[in-house]
Nanobody, 128 residues
Framework: QVQFVEFGGGQAQPGGSLRLSCTAS????????VVWFRQAPGKEREGVSC????????EYADPVKGRFTISKDNAKHTVYLQMHSLKPADTAVYYC?????????????????????WGQGTQVTVSS
């Protein structure tokens, strides 16, 4: 069963940085837009950032614009999320998923998207 595996979470201080990775061997990222989601305790899951397979275009949720950067390496079947200027509000479990009906992002989370290949997530905790 193909699914993503997320890496790189951990503890960071406010203002710090972390780099998350998600890899899915056997999944060709050329075919799917990929989205990073996060879910904080007691809150709904939210989309953080999307990267298109077609042209590598990106979308970001307002709370992370200017601080997070999404990128990918198709040859390594890996999508990255570089996070800078971290805030306590960024504390969450971070997941990635592929949009099985789109190659191009339609906003961070597309209407009618079918997200699959979910991983177990990686915990990010930002505190002093």
């Amino acid at each position: 069963q193909v699914q993503f595996v997320e890496f790189g979470g951990g503890q960071a201080q406010p203002g710090g940085s972390l780099r998350l990775s998600c890899t899915a061997s056997g999944l060709f990222l050329d075919y799917y837009a990929v989205v990073w989601f996060r879910q904080a305790p007691g809150k709904e899951r939210e989309g953080v950032s999307c990267i298109s397979s077609s042209d590598g275009s990106t979308e970001y949720a307002d709370p992370v614009k200017g601080r997070f950067t999404i990128s990918k390496d198709n040859a390594k079947h890996t999508v990255y999320l570089q996070m800078h200027s971290l805030k306590p509000a960024d504390t969450a479990v971070y997941y990635c998923a592929a949009d099985r009906v789109r190659r191009r992002c339609a906003g961070v989370v597309g209407i009618g998207s079918d997200y699959g290949y979910w991983g177990q997530g990686t915990q990010v905790t930002v505190s002093s």
